[in-house]
Nanobody, 123 residues
Framework: QVQLVESGGGSVQAGGSLRLSCEVSVSAYNRDCMGWFRQDPGKERVWVAHINTSGGLTNYADSVKGRFTISRDNAKNTLNLQMDSLKPEDSSMYYC????????????????WGQGTQVTVSS
């Protein structure tokens, strides 16, 4: 059974940094991609970034490009999201996702989800 366990959320002032981590079961590596999404109350889940499980290629939403870095640590089976130069508009619930296949920017492409971790950025 695949489980995703997230950690690292919290509160920070604008301009600060946070690092999110997600423990991913090895079996989740058997598909195309893993990623991070965020969701505000009453709104749809929005793609933030993803990484291909095979070659490690990364892709980012324009809103976070140059500020966020997605990475994986194969030795620890973790998916990470380093978030720098945070802005108040980055405040959201962040979810890691694994077992993605095909359209890796779409939530429906993913088979497994973490429980979510809250990020709050104050101005």
């Amino acid at each position: 059974q695949v489980q995703l366990v997230e950690s690292g959320g919290g509160s920070v002032q604008a301009g600060g940094s946070l690092r999110l981590s997600c423990e991913v079961s090895v079996s989740a590596y058997n598909r195309d991609c893993m990623g991070w999404f965020r969701q505000d109350p009453g709104k749809e889940r929005v793609w933030v970034a993803h990484i291909n499980t095979s070659g490690g290629l990364t892709n980012y939403a324009d809103s976070v490009k140059g500020r966020f870095t997605i990475s994986r640590d194969n030795a620890k089976n973790t998916l990470n999201l380093q978030m720098d130069s945070l802005k108040p508009e980055d405040s959201s619930m962040y979810y890691c996702a694994a077992g993605g296949r095909g359209r890796c920017r779409v939530p429906d492409a993913y088979k497994y989800w973490g429980q979510g971790t809250q990020v709050t950025v104050s101005s």
